[in-house]
């Protein structure tokens, strides 16, 4: 097992140089790397644009017709696998900009969060 940090000497003993493991390297070079909520290689304007984003406007005017209309229970089996659907879209969408604004958020700490 290696060490995880070497000094490098010159010929006088004085601390030239230094020499990381892998994984020290990596936590110092890219600590968002480490942080598996981070959505990594999308800039700053990128990462605010996903933040921001919303539904189609057709698929929020169609889901909300279909909440409207399911909680009067007016939905059709196929109805209610559509509404079924778009939720989990909406689901997925708000899990990813919750993302992209804590990416945001740890870039600018400059540090991944614990």
């Known amino acids: ?10 010929e006088q003993g004085e601390r030239v140089g230094v020499l990381l493991d892998w994984n020290t390297y990596a936590r110092l070079a890219n600590p ?8 990594m290689g999308l800039s700053i304007d990128e990462l ?9 406007v057709a698929e929020q005017t169609h889901l909300d017709d279909l909440v409207s209309r399911n909680t009067e229970s007016l939905l059709s089996t196929d109805e209610i696998a559509e ?3 778009l939720l989990a879209k909406a689901d997925r969408l708000t899990i990813l900009k919750t ?11 400059g540090t991944a969060a614990a």
């Not at 968002?32 to 959505?39: N, P």
């Open 1 to 10: 097992m290696s060490q995880p940090l070497q000094y490098l000497t010159n």
């Open 32 to 39: 968002l790397g480490l942080d598996e909520e981070c959505l």
């Open 48 to 56: 605010t644009a996903l933040a921001s984003c919303k539904l189609a």
């Open 83 to 85: 509404l079924d659907d």
């Open 99 to 109: 993302r992209a604004r804590y990416t945001i958020e740890c870039l600018e700490r």
